[in-house]
């Protein structure tokens, strides 16, 4: 890895990252420490973006994942949504394919993540408890996200009503 490169513009360090990303279906060691030294030495939102598109291609393995979690914990950098969000969605998504249900807080944590894709797969692998199904309300008219929030209202129903 080139660990002296030095990128003067987001679209040329998005690109460079993202072709190393597509290479393989998993990252190597490596990469992954090029990324975060790239995202400490320079924490645009293109680095940020690097790390997303990890979580949500599932590009990374358990210990790494544990890695990135370890690295956001102790730099001094804000706190990001989106990273939050597809973490937890990654670590439910391992979950799910082990067969483990998702709990009320589980899934509480994913509807206030707007964590929805991943809200979906659980349905689809019939991975919500029962319990958890209740946490899902009719939106209101107009609310924020009504249609994801909608659909899985009707997906929720349709699962207690059986």
Known sequence: MENHLEFQDEHRLWGYFR???DEHPMIGDELLS????HHQQQP???MSSVLIALFKEDKISEI????IQHFLAHEQLPRD???DREALSFQTRSRIASGQKLTLEDTRQLYEAEAFRTLELA???DALSLEALNLFVCPAEGEVNRRH???LFQ???ERLHR
């Open 155 to 157: 997906q929720a129903q």
């Open 64 to 67: 790494q994942f544990v890695r």
């Open 149 to 151: 929030k909608q659909s």
């Open 123 to 125: 349905f689809q692998q």
């Open 19 to 21: 072709q190393k990303i």
């Open 34 to 37: 090029d990324i975060l030294r």
């Open 44 to 46: 645009l939102a293109v």
């Open 81 to 83: 949504k989106a990273i």
